[in-house]
């Protein structure tokens, strides 16, 4: 009753459940290695708490949530300034992994240009035009009209962390869908997202991050944040995101709630991870 909804595809757990001493090990490195690459201070543009540690954070989720492998091709949708690229770097094999980001914000994509791919060549940074309310207002491209710049069929793994939360709904299907278009079959996609259902949306446990106060705009699906811009924070009904998956052509292999609204997880946002559907021909 009420619990987070948490689901496992069975080929989930026994690679990182056989590998957790190697991971911990790994995940402490990129906590203590002072080479890495890191953005001064008051560079970090994009989100909030301590960059390294969310960094490292997520590469566990990823390698523990989603299944993420050394040898996978990966694309960071909203790559912003490293965060999570920089412990992929201790991570993704060095012959065969690569890393594609992408950014409407130049300066992010600049830093790491400049910071990360001249040590590790097979992490690529790209910029693209893409408008947002907040974040590149007269950005060229539309996010309704998204067109990503790569084959078919490119990636294995693809990461939108903290996207979700700041897209209108119009735009968020045409998302999955492009990212969709590029993952082979059987690749995966992770996000994170904000999802009001009835102990977010009522705070039953009285609980809530209080800076999340999300109210519904009009019949939804989305909640908004009152006194904020819509897109700094954007929550959406339970089902919304499950629904945009599926038309896009994904199969959802876990679904886990996450602590910001007031119940115990491993993990601050909602995350989903989702399968690409193979295709037939």
């Known amino acids: 009753m009420n619990q987070p909804a948490l689901r496992h595809a069975d080929n989930l757990q026994p ?3 056989q590998n957790e001493d190697r991971i911990e090990g790994m995940l402490q490195t990129v906590l203590t290695n002072r080479f890495l690459p890191q953005p001064d201070q008051n ?34 949708i909203g790559s912003g300034i490293g965060r999570m690229a920089v412990p992929l770097t201790q991570y993704l094999d060095s012959d065969h992994g690569r890393y594609v980001g992408i950014d409407p914000v130049e ?19 790209q910029h693209v035009d893409i408008a947002h309310e907040l974040y590149n207002p007269s950005g060229r491209i539309n996010g309704k009209a998204l067109k990503l710049p790569y084959p078919d069929r490119q990636f294995d793994f693809a990461i939108m962390t903290s996207i979700v ?31 009001a259902d009835s102990i977010a949306a ?30 700094a ?4 009904d339970d089902g919304f995101l499950d629904r945009a998956l599926e038309r896009a052509g994904f199969t959802t292999v876990l679904k886990s ?17 989702a399968e690409r559907r193979s295709v037939s021909g």
């Open 107 to 125: 300066g992010g994509v600049t830093w790491c240009r400049q910071s990360v791919t001249p040590v590790y060549p097979n992490f690529t940074f």
């Open 15 to 17: 690679a990182w459940q």
């Open 165 to 195: 939360t700041h897209l209108p709904p119009d735009e968020v299907l045409v998302y999955f869908s492009e990212i969709n278009r590029m993952l082979k079959p059987g690749g995966r996609l992770f996000v994170t997202a904000f999802v």
């Open 257 to 273: 709630l996450g602590h910001w609204r007031g119940q115990s997880a491993g993990h601050y946002q909602d995350v989903f991870v």
């Open 202 to 231: 009522k705070d039953e446990h009285g609980r809530r991050d209080p800076r999340l106060a999300f109210v519904r705009s009009g019949d939804g699906p989305c909640w908004f944040v009152p006194g904020l811009p819509p897109l």
């Open 43 to 76: 560079s970090v543009f994009v989100g909030d708490g301590n960059y390294r540690a969310v960094g490292a954070e997520f590469l566990g989720h990823f390698i523990r949530m989603g299944g993420l492998q050394p040898k996978s091709s990966v694309l960071d």
């Open 233 to 236: 924070a954007v929550g959406f």
